[in-house]
């Protein structure tokens, strides 16, 4: 006998959830199989905290040393509480529209449903050959799945591709985009709100 400790997981989910995620993923790969354009046509979009300052991590901290040398010390720093909402929209192509909440505004149905008005012009100027055929893919946030904002992209005809729960390695946003723009921001401080946003903006791929 040996004492181990529990594997930590974000959710356990439960066999309905998980047969969900299976079929969910299932009718995506067959909808590639039959249309190998049909990611060209999908806009994946979420919301994410940009951190004033975000301590690296060990691994960007670690050095070379000889045996002999001693080990390095760092104090231990708390993340920022100054912080901007990124809300950013992508697909195959790069970035279709992003935008920072400004500060005090609350991302409810309300606001999100301006948000994707605004988004839904931002690709008749700059995805004009995917404005009629575009579809949508966000995850189950309360203010993604309100009844007002189902209702508008349905008069806007917009379908949205399922997001199954608790499946951020589905999400371009959560498993890709927000963790590659974050690991280069780590370990600098930026000041205040202007800056992050002017960094962001800056970031490889980040400006549209």
């Not at 974000?10 to 993923?25: A, M």
């Not at 100054?82 to 505004?105: A, N, P, R, T």
């Amino acid at each position: 006998m040996q004492k181990i400790c529990a594997k930590l997981t974000p959710k356990i989910l439960t066999n309905e959830q998980k047969e969900n995620r299976r079929n969910v993923c299932l009718n995506l790969l067959e909808r590639i199989e039959n249309d190998e354009k049909f990611f060209k046509h999908v806009i994946t979009g979420d919301e994410s905290w940009i951190l004033e300052y975000d301590p690296a991590t060990k691994r960007q901290n670690s050095e070379w040393h000889t045996s002999n040398s001693p080990r390095p010390k760092e104090a231990r720093i708390s993340k920022s509480k100054i912080k901007s909402m990124l809300i950013c929209f992508v697909d195959s192509q790069g970035i279709v529209h992003k935008e920072f909440v400004l500060q005090g505004q609350t991302v409810n149905k309300h606001y999100y449903r301006e948000v994707l008005e605004r988004l839904r012009k931002r690709i008749h100027r700059v995805r004009p050959e995917i404005a009629d055929t575009r579809m949508l893919h966000h995850d189950n946030a309360l203010c993604h799945t309100a009844i007002s904002v189902n209702e508008f992209l349905t008069k806007k005809d917009i379908p949205v591709l399922p997001q199954p729960p608790y499946s951020s390695d589905l999400s371009p946003c959560d498993f890709f985009l927000f963790p590659k723009l974050k690991f280069h921001l780590k370990g600098r401080h930026f000041g205040n709100v202007d800056n992050i946003q002017k960094v962001v903006t800056a970031a490889e791929g980040f400006s549209t």
